[in-house]
């Protein structure tokens, strides 16, 4: 395949004591954590009572993705975007599943919606206000390549922007034991056809992704989102490549002009 291309246009971020991007680059150059670290994305898109009662996955990706669009410079309601998460939100799964094998009509209509795959989504465009176009993917461990690349391949289409934004939460009970996750990870680049920002190449081939982690992946390896953090890492660190898992024996080559 050709590669595709993009302009990182802006950069969110938020992990459990690295609330934001700047914390993040920091931690990645000299190992600093910030003080008084919030334990949770406060995001500002949602009204005060939604933004208590919405799950940690879904805080965290609406956290990162207005940092993105306040970085880039854009107004979210103009992006289209994509979602990408392994698991959604897990633990209201597995709350779930338990409730329909014991008590099927005690099912909390709000959890019921909160565990939807595109919950995070479609909190986005209502609170956004955006009409644009928005996808959620899952692939397993090859989630997030998968993600950069469907919002590659948009801009190759014709969109002049597309939001990418990633993440995932805690898993609980016992699909903690089948699918492990821990802590809140999120990540979220704007990307653009053309503009400033570092420049990204993308290539699928054939092979397996492994490297020696960076600092964020090695901080945050048990989150299931951490398939991100080669590409978070090579941006915080300077790098200008990074691979990524992209499916059984395939894997996303990047390099970064800057």
């Not at 334990?39 to 879904?58: D, I, M, Y």
């Not at 020696?212 to 901080?219: D, F, T, W, Y």
């Not at 992209?246 to 800057?258: F, K, Q, S, T, V």
């Amino acid at each position: 395949m050709s590669a595709l291309t993009a302009t990182i246009a802006g950069i969110g971020f938020w992990n459990d004591g690295l609330p934001g991007w700047p914390a993040a680059q920091a931690f990645a150059a000299t190992g600093a954590l910030p003080d008084a670290a919030p334990a949770r994305p406060s995001p500002q898109l949602l009204a005060p009572n939604e933004r208590r009662r919405a799950p940690g996955s879904v805080a965290v990706a609406l956290e990162v993705a207005l940092a993105a669009c306040q970085a880039a410079g854009r107004e979210p309601a103009t992006l289209p975007s994509v979602f990408a998460s392994t698991h959604g939100e897990l633990a209201i799964t597995d709350y779930m599943c338990e409730t329909l094998a014991q008590d099927p009509t005690a099912i909390s209509p709000t959890k019921f919606h909160n565990s939807v795959h595109n919950a995070a989504a479609g909190y986005w465009t209502i609170g956004a206000g955006c009409t644009e176009a928005a996808t959620a993917i899952s692939a397993h461990n090859a989630t997030f390549a998968q993600g950069l690349v469907e919002a590659m391949l948009q801009l190759a289409a014709g969109s002049e922007a597309v939001l990418l934004v990633a993440y995932d939460g805690t898993a609980a009970g016992l699909l903690s034991t089948m699918s492990p996750s821990e802590g809140l990870l999120g990540g979220a680049l704007v990307l653009t056809r053309v503009g400033d920002g570092p420049r990204l190449s993308a290539t699928l081939r054939d092979g397996d992704a492994s490297a020696a982690p960076g600092p964020l992946s090695a901080r945050a390896s048990h989150n299931a989102m951490a398939q991100m953090l080669p590409l978070f890492d090579a941006l915080a660190t300077g790098s200008d490549r990074a691979v990524l898992s992209a499916g059984p024996h395939r894997e996303l080559a990047l390099e970064i002009l800057r």
